[in-house]
């Protein structure tokens, strides 16, 4: 008997915003190579995010290793966006003394 061998789709998917999920759940591809650029194992990651299969981390994990340099530059792209957002949100909304603020705020 001779086994087909079928190609099985990475399962990524970008969203409206641009940012890459895993499959149909809400984790990001940033989280999972985080996560297995501290050491994590793919079991590891599956058992902190429970709404990924464990097939799909390994997929995820597969496709950065094969992909690594477009996918550094994607995680750096949004990196600079992150920082462009915080410098924003920062200039807007003085964040020194926040925090005595929103104490102040739910003590008075």
């Known amino acids: 008997m001779l086994l087909e061998v079928a190609p099985e789709p990475?399962?990524?998917?970008?969203?409206?915003?641009?940012?890459?999920r895993v499959g149909r759940s809400r984790v990001t591809l940033d989280t999972v190579v985080a996560a297995f650029r501290t050491g994590a194992t793919?079991?590891?990651?599956?058992?902190?995010y429970p709404s990924v299969d464990l097939v799909e981390i390994y997929a995820v994990i597969t496709y950065y290793l094969r992909h690594r340099s477009e996918v550094e530059e994607y995680l750096r792209a949004r990196?600079?966006?992150?920082?462009?957002?915080?410098?924003?949100?920062?200039?807007?909304?003085?964040p020194v003394g926040i925090r005595e603020r929103l104490l102040a705020r739910c003590n008075g």
């Not at 793919?42 to 902190?48: H, P, R, T, V, Y």
């Not at 990196?79 to 003085?94: G, S």
């Open 10 to 20: 990475v399962p990524l998917l970008t969203d409206a915003d641009g940012v890459v």
């Open 42 to 48: 793919a079991e590891e990651i599956a058992q902190q």
């Open 79 to 94: 990196e600079r966006m992150a920082a462009e957002v915080r410098a924003d949100n920062e200039a807007r909304f003085d």
